[in-house]
């Protein structure tokens, strides 16, 4: 018999209210899905809440809960893991944080969040004056990357730090840039807090010289001269998933901040050509990714980001579109996957409003076709539909060992 295998396949945000524009459906119900009501049909179903009812959850906690992790207990901010997924090596007890280049007048008050959208190539060169910057604090380093366009991450490594202190992103214009702030009494918060700050003065005295800021002056552009600081993090002190279920794990995410959960927990993160983590991204490179990867893994999890972003868009058709592209690109995988052997669930990280814009607290559909499952009767994978399904309702930390159960991979409890 061969082994048995899992894909599991989030798309960020699928989940919806009813949408006016929609007749009152959810982009799920509006759009076309042969293959996601198959799914659905040949599966068991059920809803689920990320984190807890009524809880709207970030990308990074539903996606730490949906590998299994209590994100409660095991969450320890954005920075560190959008660092991990930008490719900067983060260490235990590194403090990061996401940055951004910014515009600021002599006052210091933020006159462009993003320096103009500033391009990569300009950047690019600012970060890498702004990593000789010398840092005086004894035993304390520190790395700067830039990554996409004004998009940047900041690593403080050094005995005692903490990430417990505030943004110096007011993260508004016409606000000034605010002081770093402990945000307990502990040294370490004082700490790591005195080193951003320092930081930021050190970096925005570099930039407002650097000839990079000089010529975009020239060229009628607005100076990067400012970095701002925000969501203190560090790697959340887990287990991986290897050592938990003994399975090897790997990821198809283009998305930096999901990307540094799967490294987070031991997974490995496979580049794919076209992967863009937009509403053009390539979808059936990163099914045929993921194909490739179920040969080697026992586990394969598979993110699309496009749902999403046409939610916080507040385009519902746009929305809808995304879900037939991923459609589509279900099928290839049921093609391409023998589900004698291979389970495929689907689901959502949350529920993103194409009314509000925003991440909501309300459960998202999930469906688990494969060779044993206890088919129940739902036919159409939407929110409403699964909601009468075998599963009925379970929580994001509960889909982890359902799967592995599945897979053999949990050990029994008691005698
Ligand atoms: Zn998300």
Known sequence: MPSLKAVLVIADGMADRPVKELDWKTPLEFARKPTLNRIAETGICGILDPIAPGIPPGSDTATLALLGYDAVKTYSGRGALEALGSNVKVLPGDVAFRCNFATVNQNQTVLDRRAGRIENRDSQKLAESLSQVKLKTPNA????????????VLVIRGPRLSANI???????????????????????????????????????KCLTSHPVNRERVKRGLPPANMILCRGAGTLPNVKSLAHIYGIKTSCVAATPLVRGVCRAVGMKTIDVQGATGTLQTDYLAKARATVQALRSNDFVLLHIKATDVASHDSKAKQKAEAIEKLDNMLNYLIEHVDLNSVYLAVTADHTTSSATGNHEGDPVPIAITGPSVRRDSVKEYDERSCAGGGLHRIRGVDLMPILMNLLGKTSKFGA
Not at 141 to 152: D, E, N, P, V, Y
Not at 187 to 196: D, F, G, H, Y
Request: proline share 6%.
């Open 141 to 152: 380093r520190f790395l700067f990357k830039s990554t996409i366009q004004h998009r940047a």
């Open 166 to 204: 505030s943004d110096s992103d007011p993260g508004t214009t016409g606000e000034k840039v605010m002081d770093a702030k402990p945000l307990d009494d502990s040294p370490e918060a004082k700490l790591t807090a005195r080193i951003v700050n320092t930081l930021t003065r050190e970096f925005h």
